[in-house]
């Protein structure tokens, strides 16, 4: 038995906890990790509702009665996600181990102390574990460059950044990213981390519910079969390379559209640091498109930075005094910065101008704070949106 402030603290023989892995982290394996000692943890974001995570930590709790962990991915979407549900869903059945990931738990924090539980944070980044333990987080994971499924965006190493790591926080920090035996457990404890977490390993046990030719794939995989996409829209992976996965990877240049979709996503959710670094880089693969600079300018105006709001609607006004601007995009900006007037006028331009489609007007939330102004429900019937 090995002691660390990670087995103490969570109760566990060994300081070895399994990644959560997306369809795969369930009884079965979960059970097995923490029957031999480590920490099992089960994915939330495999089940579509919080009732089928229910009967997930009924099935383990009937399989072991050790410790075992569940992680709450906490991730923008297009269709909200009810997180507090799925922790209370957590907290009711008593397990008292929860991890997030995927962006701050700060929220939640209040729920999860109230409720005595031991909070757990993964993370790529060294501000994102200074954050975690500010807001109260008992323990920290940080990601390396070589580890499998999203790794971040920084590209550097396990070897790097875990020492930085535990020179940053106070709290107990778990290594992940390349760690497969007992080598890399040595070496992540020796750069000072008090536990590691491996995912990919856990992938290829027997107890893991995946095809056995995918297990016997990876047991004969080099160093130099895997692969990095998804950088464009800023979800890097590491996956294994494929013709599917070169397909990607070909593909990637071209994700401008995605990122200005995944900026959209950012703005409903009120993440508007986020959503303006999506739609710049969105810019960078498109830069005759004008919806996204509007897009950009907009979420600028809304983030509170109206000088930059301000330089990009100077910027689409004098690109129209050159080549054709589509109206309801400088409408998009003077709607961020309050000026209805403007924003009705410019989007009157845009019905005037027959090669403008208006269509999205009633469904986009976006014109949300215009639905009850008279001039947007009379341009809705010129459209002919409402009778």
């Known amino acids: 038995m090995l002691k660390t402030r990670i087995t103490e603290m969570l109760g566990i023989e060994y300081p070895i906890l ?49 410790p075992f962990a569940v992680n709450i991915t906490l991730m923008p979407a297009i269709q909200p996600v009810n997180y507090e549900e799925y922790i209370n869903t957590v907290i009711e059945e008593g397990v008292n181990i929860i991890e997030t990931s995927g962006r701050s738990p700060e929220p939640y924090m209040k729920l999860l102390k109230d409720a005595k539980a031991k909070t ?10 200074r954050t975690a333990e500010r807001v109260g987080i008992d323990a920290v994971t940080i990601v390396g460059f070589e580890g499998g499924g999203h790794p971040g965006m920084e590209d550097v190493t396990s070897l790097v950044r875990v020492p930085i790591a535990v020179d940053a926080v106070k709290i107990p920090v778990i290594a992940a990213g390349g760690i497969a035996d007992a080598r890399g457990f040595v070496a992540a404890l020796s750069l ?53 996965s070169q397909k990607v990877l070909e593909m990637d240049p071209n994700f401008g559209g995605a990122l200005n979709v995944l900026g959209m996503v950012y703005r409903e959710r009120a993440m508007y640091e986020e959503a303006i670094e999506a739609f710049q880089k969105a810019r960078t693969f498109d830069e005759g498109n004008t919806w996204v600079t509007a897009e950009l300018g907009h979420a600028y105006a809304v983030s509170g930075n109206r000088s930059e709001a301000q330089k990009v609607l100077d910027e689409l006004e004098q690109l129209s005094k050159r080549s054709y601007v589509p109206p309801d995009n400088i409408a998009l900006v003077y709607l961020g910065l309050g000026k ?28 949300d704070s215009l639905r009850s102004d008279p001039r947007f429900i009379k341009l809705l019937k010129k459209v002919g949106l409402e009778k």
Not at 120 to 129: C, F, K, Q, Y
Not at 214 to 234: F, G, N, P, V, Y
């Open 120 to 129: 757990l944070h993964r993370a790529t980044r060294i501000r994102d574990i």
């Open 340 to 367: 209805k007037n403007l924003t009705f006028e410019y989007l009157e331009k845009a019905y005037e101008d027959r090669s403008v489609g208006l269509s999205w007007l009633k469904a986009d939330p976006i014109f």
């Open 18 to 66: 399994q990644g959560a892995l997306q369809w795969l982290s369930r009884a079965e394996l979960v059970s097995a990790v923490s029957n031999a000692g480590g920490l099992g943890c089960i994915s939330s974001a495999t089940f579509p509702t919080a009732e089928e995570l229910r009967q997930e930590i009924k099935k383990t709790k009937s399989m072991t009665d050790k």
């Open 192 to 244: 000072g981390a008090e536990g590691i977490l491996m995912g990919t390993r856990f992938l290829a046990s027997k107890e893991c519910n995946v095809h056995p030719k995918i297990k016997e794939w990876l047991l004969q995989a080099s160093d130099t079969d895997t692969m990095m996409i998804e950088r464009s829209i800023k979800n890097a992976a590491r996956v294994m390379k494929t013709d599917f």
